[in-house]
Protein backbone atom coordinates (compact mmCIF):
# COMPACT_ATOMS: atom_id res chain seq x y z
CA UNK A 1 0.00 0.00 0.00
CA UNK A 2 1.53 3.48 -0.99
CA UNK A 3 2.45 5.98 1.32
CA UNK A 4 -0.58 8.88 1.86
CA UNK A 5 0.47 11.80 2.39
CA UNK A 6 -1.54 15.84 2.58
CA UNK A 7 -0.44 17.19 -0.56
CA UNK A 8 2.18 20.11 0.79
CA UNK A 9 3.51 17.20 2.46
CA UNK A 10 4.15 14.80 -0.84
CA UNK A 11 7.30 17.63 -2.08
CA UNK A 12 9.24 17.03 0.76
CA UNK A 13 9.60 13.63 -0.33
CA UNK A 14 12.27 14.80 -3.34
CA UNK A 15 15.46 12.77 -3.03
CA UNK A 16 13.83 10.49 -0.49
CA UNK A 17 14.62 6.70 -0.89
CA UNK A 18 11.20 4.94 -0.99
CA UNK A 19 12.19 1.60 0.03
CA UNK A 20 12.13 -1.74 -1.86
CA UNK A 21 9.74 -3.95 -2.88
CA UNK A 22 8.80 -7.54 -2.15
CA UNK A 23 10.59 -10.05 -4.10
CA UNK A 24 8.97 -11.78 -6.85
CA UNK A 25 10.01 -14.77 -8.66
CA UNK A 26 10.18 -15.10 -12.61
CA UNK A 27 9.23 -18.89 -14.02
CA UNK A 28 8.83 -19.62 -17.25
CA UNK A 29 5.31 -19.55 -17.39
CA UNK A 30 4.99 -15.60 -17.24
CA UNK A 31 8.04 -15.20 -19.49
CA UNK A 32 6.06 -17.87 -21.80
CA UNK A 33 2.82 -15.33 -21.30
CA UNK A 34 5.15 -12.41 -22.11
CA UNK A 35 6.58 -13.93 -25.48
CA UNK A 36 2.41 -14.84 -26.36
CA UNK A 37 1.15 -11.22 -25.39
CA UNK A 38 4.72 -9.52 -27.53
CA UNK A 39 4.97 -11.96 -29.75
CA UNK A 40 8.46 -12.01 -28.99
CA UNK A 41 9.39 -16.06 -29.24
CA UNK A 42 13.17 -15.82 -29.65
CA UNK A 43 14.44 -19.20 -28.51
CA UNK A 44 16.46 -17.60 -25.80
CA UNK A 45 13.03 -16.89 -23.96
CA UNK A 46 10.80 -19.90 -24.92
CA UNK A 47 12.94 -22.90 -25.81
CA UNK A 48 14.39 -24.38 -22.80
CA UNK A 49 16.82 -27.01 -24.33
CA UNK A 50 18.12 -24.48 -27.15
CA UNK A 51 18.50 -21.95 -24.42
CA UNK A 52 20.39 -24.27 -21.96
CA UNK A 53 23.25 -24.96 -24.46
CA UNK A 54 23.86 -20.74 -24.73
CA UNK A 55 26.06 -19.13 -22.37
CA UNK A 56 23.33 -18.17 -19.96
CA UNK A 57 22.66 -21.76 -19.07
CA UNK A 58 18.80 -21.85 -18.85
CA UNK A 59 16.04 -19.65 -20.74
CA UNK A 60 15.92 -15.88 -19.74
CA UNK A 61 13.15 -13.40 -19.20
CA UNK A 62 12.67 -10.27 -22.10
CA UNK A 63 14.00 -7.03 -20.76
CA UNK A 64 10.81 -5.95 -21.31
CA UNK A 65 9.33 -8.24 -18.95
CA UNK A 66 11.58 -6.92 -16.39
CA UNK A 67 10.63 -3.23 -17.56
CA UNK A 68 6.98 -3.99 -17.41
CA UNK A 69 7.20 -4.82 -13.97
CA UNK A 70 8.36 -1.78 -12.78
CA UNK A 71 4.80 -0.44 -12.24
CA UNK A 72 3.76 -3.42 -10.36
CA UNK A 73 6.88 -3.26 -8.07
CA UNK A 74 6.60 0.86 -7.37
CA UNK A 75 2.87 0.55 -5.87
CA UNK A 76 3.40 -0.46 -2.63
CA UNK A 77 6.65 2.12 -2.67
CA UNK A 78 5.33 5.53 -3.84
CA UNK A 79 3.75 8.61 -1.44
CA UNK A 80 1.20 10.00 -2.87
CA UNK A 81 -1.02 12.92 -2.22
CA UNK A 82 -4.23 12.64 0.11
CA UNK A 83 -7.02 13.15 -2.50
CA UNK A 84 -5.45 11.61 -5.33
CA UNK A 85 -7.51 11.49 -8.64
CA UNK A 86 -5.44 8.79 -9.95
CA UNK A 87 -1.35 8.42 -11.01
CA UNK A 88 -0.63 7.44 -14.81
CA UNK A 89 2.45 6.19 -16.13
CA UNK A 90 4.22 9.38 -17.96
CA UNK A 91 6.92 7.95 -19.04
CA UNK A 92 10.82 6.24 -18.76
CA UNK A 93 14.00 7.76 -18.90
CA UNK A 94 17.67 6.26 -19.08
CA UNK A 95 16.85 2.47 -19.56
CA UNK A 96 19.84 0.02 -19.27
CA UNK A 97 19.76 -3.56 -18.79
CA UNK A 98 22.30 -4.61 -16.92
CA UNK A 99 21.95 -8.41 -16.40
CA UNK A 100 19.64 -11.61 -17.75
CA UNK A 101 17.17 -12.34 -15.71
CA UNK A 102 17.23 -16.10 -15.54
CA UNK A 103 14.48 -18.43 -15.33
CA UNK A 104 13.86 -19.08 -11.62
CA UNK A 105 15.88 -15.94 -10.69
CA UNK A 106 13.53 -13.80 -8.10
CA UNK A 107 12.99 -9.63 -8.63
CA UNK A 108 12.49 -6.55 -6.39
CA UNK A 109 12.32 -2.58 -7.22
CA UNK A 110 14.45 -0.55 -5.00
CA UNK A 111 12.83 3.44 -5.47
CA UNK A 112 14.84 6.31 -4.71
CA UNK A 113 12.80 9.37 -5.57
CA UNK A 114 14.37 12.15 -7.62
CA UNK A 115 12.22 14.86 -7.96
CA UNK A 116 8.91 16.09 -7.54
CA UNK A 117 7.79 18.94 -9.32
CA UNK A 118 4.24 20.57 -10.37
CA UNK A 119 3.74 20.25 -14.04
CA UNK A 120 0.89 22.50 -13.85
CA UNK A 121 -2.62 22.88 -11.48
CA UNK A 122 -3.88 20.00 -10.33
CA UNK A 123 -0.89 17.94 -11.95
CA UNK A 124 2.85 16.72 -10.00
CA UNK A 125 5.41 14.61 -11.70
CA UNK A 126 7.22 12.04 -9.94
CA UNK A 127 10.74 11.28 -11.41
CA UNK A 128 12.41 8.00 -9.52
CA UNK A 129 15.22 5.94 -9.72
CA UNK A 130 14.11 2.23 -9.79
CA UNK A 131 16.56 -0.17 -9.57
CA UNK A 132 15.59 -3.87 -10.41
CA UNK A 133 17.46 -6.19 -8.45
CA UNK A 134 18.32 -10.06 -9.01
CA UNK A 135 17.88 -11.70 -5.46
CA UNK A 136 21.48 -13.17 -4.67
CA UNK A 137 23.41 -10.74 -7.49
CA UNK A 138 25.39 -7.78 -7.06
CA UNK A 139 24.34 -6.46 -10.14
CA UNK A 140 21.34 -5.28 -10.88
CA UNK A 141 18.65 -6.51 -13.99
CA UNK A 142 17.83 -3.04 -15.01
CA UNK A 143 17.82 0.73 -13.94
CA UNK A 144 15.30 3.26 -15.19
CA UNK A 145 14.23 6.30 -14.32
CA UNK A 146 10.55 6.43 -13.75
CA UNK A 147 7.98 9.20 -14.38
CA UNK A 148 4.88 8.58 -12.88
CA UNK A 149 2.06 11.54 -13.49
CA UNK A 150 -0.19 12.39 -10.37
CA UNK A 151 -3.50 13.83 -10.98
CA UNK A 152 -5.09 15.77 -7.89
Given at each position: MPKIVPLDE????????????DWLEIDQERINKFAD???DHQFIHVDEKAAAATPFGSTIAHGFLTLSLVSFFIADLMVLPK??????????EKVRFLQPVKVGQSLR?????????????GQILIRSTVTIEIKGSDKPACVAEFMGLVMV
Amino acid sequence: MPKIVPLDELFSYEGKDFGKSDWLEIDQERINKFADATNDHQFIHVDEKAAAATPFGSTIAHGFLTLSLVSFFIADLMVLPKDLKMVINYGLEKVRFLQPVKVGQSLRAHMVNIEITEKKPGQILIRSTVTIEIKGSDKPACVAEFMGLVMV
